[in-house]
């Protein structure tokens, strides 16, 4: 099956035009699987504190493969495909848990924690009939196994060998604010979990998104979470595949906001009130004073610092038309009983029923169901102004979003020549 999107189809050489077939070429979807997620690329897993101690694992997905982290009796961390060497099925079967070893339901082939096969039912045959052939060599059969490797508490995982030292993956500008972010032991708070019927793509421009956060999520202009008369930006690495949105609450004034809103046609929220206003409270931890932080780890991560909310997301592609996200809530473990509750409060902003973050799905879903029709066309991607790809200190722009499918284009081959970079 060939793709119907080639390099000569980006209308625009800067990506300031998105044709609408990216998110619907189902090709193209089993290509990003080879190129992007089994592709030179690190993706995240998971995070240490959730599996501390030896023989704590759990389930995650990179792409659509189901993947095992686990801490072995040594404490090393190991990841494997859960899909077993026989006959295919899935090994693991709880999301989490404790286990000495891994056994297949289907036929009890066992896997020790790193993922090596140490045992098959029968492998002589019964009664001195049947069995393996003697060529058969346990060493060979194990569970395929991803790099792993661990940098402040993030659990990465690759399928290749070409992935960069996980530091120059990541740049100085990840390693500073997602460092920054898990610059302190943390303590898990929770899970939240969801499913959008849209393409994957379409929430990393959504993360990537500057411009719609004050105004899709009414509660950030209402509140003066997110507007774009604050002091805010958006960088990127110098190859663009991450990036960070940022903003400095406090930095305008809601008179100024107010006007600025209305002089561009956009409804004041001031109906809005809270009972507790709580949930709007910054009590500021970081040395920039930077009250919110939407940060984007490609392929498959997003760290996010809104307030005192701090999460890490991660997305599984399902099918070019769907996807899920896994939120992690955490806090710090120093944090006293008081700072948890109001973590934990603030964490009512997001995941699937958020504030704030439960528009995001909707707004995704409705731009996969319009666009269906008409793969022909392509999206407007241009505040912010067009050519070279920049980072700006300001939101009213959408240059991360071009960012994204320039480094993306790269990776699946499909740049076209003369593109920005």
């Not at 189809?9 to 992007?36: G, T």
């Not at 991607?381 to 980072?391: C, H, K, L, S």
Request: aromatic letters at 10%; a neutral charge; hydrophobic letters at 35%.
């Amino acid at each position: 099956m060939s793709i119907s999107i080639g390099a000569q189809d980006w209308p625009h050489k800067d990506y300031s035009r998105v044709p609408f077939r990216l998110y619907h070429d189902e090709a193209l979807y089993q290509r990003e699987q080879k190129n992007v997620f089994r592709g030179p690329v690190w993706s995240v897993l998971g995070l240490e504190a959730e599996i501390p101690k030896p023989g704590d694992y759990r389930l995650t997905h990179v792409g659509e493969e189901s993947v095992v982290y686990v801490r072995d009796a040594q404490g090393e961390i190991r990841a494997f495909v859960n899909r077993c060497a026989h006959r295919g099925a899935e090994v693991v079967r709880f999301p989490a848990g404790n286990a000495e070893d891994f056994t297949c339901i289907y036929h009890a082939w066992n896997y020790s924690l790193a993922g090596d096969l140490q045992g098959v039912p029968f492998r002589r045959g019964a009664n001195g009939k049947g069995g393996m052939p003697a060529s058969f060599d346990i060493k060979q059969h194990g569970l395929l196994k991803l790099r792993v490797t661990v940098w402040n508490g993030v659990i990465f995982g690759s399928f290749s060998g070409d992935a960069e030292p996980i530091e120059a993956y990541l740049g100085p500008l990840m390693r500073d604010h997602v460092g920054e972010l898990l610059s302190r032991p943390i303590k898990i708070l929770g899970y939240q979990r969801q499913r959008v019927k849209a393409n994957w793509k379409l929430y990393h421009e959504n993360i990537r998104d500057a411009y719609h956060g004050s105004l899709l999520h009414e509660f950030n202009r209402t509140f003066g979470m997110s507007r774009l008369t604050q002091v805010a930006g958006g960088h990127m690495d110098s190859q663009h595949r991450h990036s960070i949105l940022f903003q400095y609450a406090g930095s305008d004034s809601d008179e100024e906001a107010r006007k600025a809103y209305a002089e561009n046609g956009v409804q004041s929220g001031n109906y809005m009130t809270l009972n507790d206003y709580a949930m709007a409270t910054h009590t500021k931890e970081n040395p920039r004073g930077i009250s919110t932080r939407i940060i984007s780890v490609f392929p498959n991560a997003f760290f996010h610092q809104i307030y005192n909310s701090l999460a890490m997301r991660k997305i599984r592609p399902l099918g070019h038309g769907e996807f899920e996200l896994v939120w992690t809530l955490f806090g710090y473990a120093d944090d006293d009983e008081a700072m948890t509750r109001h973590r934990i409060n603030q964490a009512n902003m997001v995941g699937p029923a958020g504030l704030i973050s439960m528009e995001d799905g909707e707004a995704l879903e409705m731009v996969q169901r319009s666009t269906a029709p008409r793969q022909d066309i392509s999206g407007v991607v241009e505040m912010g102004g067009v050519g070279a790809i920049r980072d700006l200190d300001t939101r009213a722009q959408e240059v991360t979003i071009r960012g994204f499918w320039a480094y993306y284009s790269r990776l699946m081959g499909l740049e076209r020549e003369g593109a920005e970079r």
